[in-house]
Structure formats: C-alpha cells, structure tokens
C-alpha cells in the first residue's frame, strides 16, 4: 500500500533493525505498525509517490534505544546502508533529501516545501495518529510502557518529560498551520489529541 520499494534487500535489512529494536524493549516502535500505517495515511490521503519520502519513512525509526540524536544515527545508518545494498534507484541529490526527510521527524516543523518536497507529508503521516482520540490513548499507553522500559524511568517522570514534548510539538504543529495551509483542518485535529494526551499526562502526574 503506497510503498514501492517492498521486497528489495534495503527494505528486509531496515525491518530486520526494527525488529532488533523490540528486543530491546521498545513497545511503541516494536514492530512494522508505525511505519505500516504511515504507509496507510499516505495511500488514504492520495499523496502522490516520492521514493525518498518512501525510504525516509522506512528508515525514520530504525535506530530507536534510549540514547539521544536517534534521528540523526537513523538518517547515517540509511546513508551507509544505501550503499551496501541494491534496490534503491535515488541519485545522490535523492539520498541527501532522504536524510533531511528523517529529520523533519525529529523538529516536526514544514520546512519550505519548494526547497523539500514531502516535508508536510511525513510530518503528517508520522502525528495522525494523533488526530485519532481512540489511537492517542491506545499510543499513550504505549509509549508510557516503552518509556518505562527504555528509560528505566518512574510515572512521574514520564509524565513530566511527555508534558515538555508534548507542548513543544503543540506550538510547532501550530507553527505548521501557517507554513501548510493545505492541511490546516489536519493541523486543528492533531492540536486537539496533543491536548489530550497533555492532559492524560498531567492527570498522571497529579496522582502522584
């Protein structure tokens, strides 16, 4: 579904990583869903094919462990993979767009799409989740589990660090409403399930 890059030995190496990654402990990034459904929203929202956007996708998370600039060590790993491995058709310039694609899963903030095209749609394809009340406290839960597991953290302190993300991805998804005014209905949906899961946060932290 969308994707066309199924079957090549760059695509089963990449699962293989995130495969390695459930091992590890991670819950919400322990299997091919995120990236399945990412696929998912792509092919409902009739995004046109970019196969940088289709490797970035595949590759955003296929570094995840509890140490920083994880978005970075994935778009190094693609760039080193990429050239091991046949069945990716991108120039040089291809590759180099893959690698700020990974990126902008980890600002979450349109860059100019004149200067890189699929900037909105893997920020979108990454949150939608998001926009879904049901799939943010399904996600939540998840994560709260993986933060626990990765992070050998308490409650309280996953409440309080997924309250500081969480209202800085609020203002750069608000940010996002006024660079991407194609998508500002998505943008107004996804504000209101980072609420949400603001508020399962505090609600979490009061508790305690």
């Known amino acids: 579904m969308w994707s066309r890059i199924k079957d090549t030995a760059l695509e089963l190496e990449a699962y293989i990583l995130m495969n390695e ?19 998912k929203y792509l092919h409902d929202t009739n995004e046109p094919y970019d196969e940088a956007l289709d490797w970035a996708i595949l590759f955003h998370d296929v570094v995840y462990d509890a140490q920083p600039e994880k978005e970075v060590r994935s778009a190094e790993l693609f760039f080193k993979l990429v050239k091991e491995y046949r069945g990716c058709n991108l120039d040089t310039n291809g590759i180099d767009r893959v690698q700020f694609l990974i990126m902008e899963t980890k600002t979450h903030t349109v860059t100019n799409e004149a200067y890189l095209k699929g900037s909105s749609a893997i920020i979108r394809a990454d949150l939608h989740a998001l926009a879904n009340k049901a799939e943010t406290v399904r996600n939540f839960v998840k994560i709260m589990n993986e933060s626990m597991s990765l992070y050998d953290c308490n409650i309280e302190e996953f409440a309080e660090s997924n309250i500081q993300f969480m209202t800085g991805l609020r203002e750069r998804v608000a940010s996002n409403i006024l660079v991407d005014k194609e998508h500002e209905m998505f943008y107004n949906e996804l504000l209101v399930g980072i609420d949400l899961t603001i508020r399962l946060a505090k609600a979490i932290k009061d508790a305690k």
């Not at 990654?21 to 696929?39: F, K, L, Q, T």
Request: proline residues 0%; negative net charge; glycine residues 6%.
């Open 21 to 39: 990654n459930a091992i590890n402990g991670c819950e919400y990034h322990n299997n091919n869903n995120h990236v399945e459904d990412m696929y």
